[in-house]
């Protein structure tokens, strides 16, 4: 059984921060790896994905991956209010591409 | 993504009703995977699609639950006879089939069942 598990969270931070969400997974095979932001009550967005150990920016957005630890993390610059949902993280294990999820870990960044 | 469409946005079903659920992909894509987020859990996959085929069912529960997406038209997931349990939010995802591309999910299909 694939799993990814991500720190549960809630995580607060204030406006401005860094805001860090963690996840780990089980399958050494897995090839691309996803972070999904979703609002309540919305449909998830994609973020960033990485294929590669390293890191990888986006604008405030930087995705680190190291396969040999199986861990990916999503850091958060200049933490916005605006960021504050449910961040979930996926793992496509080569197979037909179909990714599996953490449960997501719910951020709040405070005014 | 706003190219993936699925209808309705809102369903509400008696238990020991059929639901539908409709996607369509974004233009250009002709896989689809079904997702099911239920309440307070994370996305879990369910089927995935090509045009006319069904490529991996693995996470579709054995009974009541089928999925299709044929030549013309929208992909379906179908649930007969609904139980309370499959209240959930179910997402669809397209994607064009390129290594270098990614799932975009639909805006989901929220199911209560009564």
């Known amino acids: 059984q694939k799993e990814v598990e991500q720190n549960s969270g809630p995580l607060s931070v204030p406006e401005g921060a860094i805001a860090s969400l963690n996840c780990t997974y089980s399958?050494?095979?897995?090839?691309?790896f996803f972070w999904y932001r979703q609002y309540s009550g919305k449909s998830p967005e994609l973020i960033m994905f990485i294929y590669s150990n390293g890191d990888k920016e986006d604008g405030r957005f930087t995705a680190q991956l190291n396969k040999a630890s199986q861990y990916v993390s999503l850091l958060i610059r200049d933490s916005q209010p605006s960021d504050s949902a449910t961040y979930l993280c996926?793992?496509?294990?080569?197979?037909?591409?179909?990714?599996?999820f953490g449960k997501g870990t719910l951020l709040t960044v405070n005014p | 993504n706003a190219g993936v469409m699925q209808n309705p946005r809102h369903l509400v079903r008696r238990r020991g009703q059929e639901a539908r659920l409709r996607c369509s992909p974004m233009?250009?894509?002709?896989?689809v995977y079904w997702y099911r987020q239920l309440p307070e859990e994370g996305l879990k996959f369910m089927v995935y699609?090509?045009?006319?085929?069904?490529?991996?069912e693995s996470g579709m529960p054995k009974e009541r639950f089928s999925a299709e997406f044929p030549k013309e038209g929208p992909s379906i997931l179908r649930i007969q006879q609904v139980v309370r349990g499959d209240s959930a939010a179910y997402f669809c995802a397209s994607y064009a089939g390129s290594d270098t591309d990614t799932q975009y999910f639909g805006p989901g299909t929220r199911l209560t069942v009564l």
């Open positions: 996926a793992v496509d294990g080569g197979s037909n591409y179909k990714l599996t």
């Open positions: 699609l090509q045009k006319e085929n069904i490529i991996d």
């Open positions: 233009k250009g894509h002709s896989h």
């Open positions: 399958d050494r095979g897995s090839q691309s």
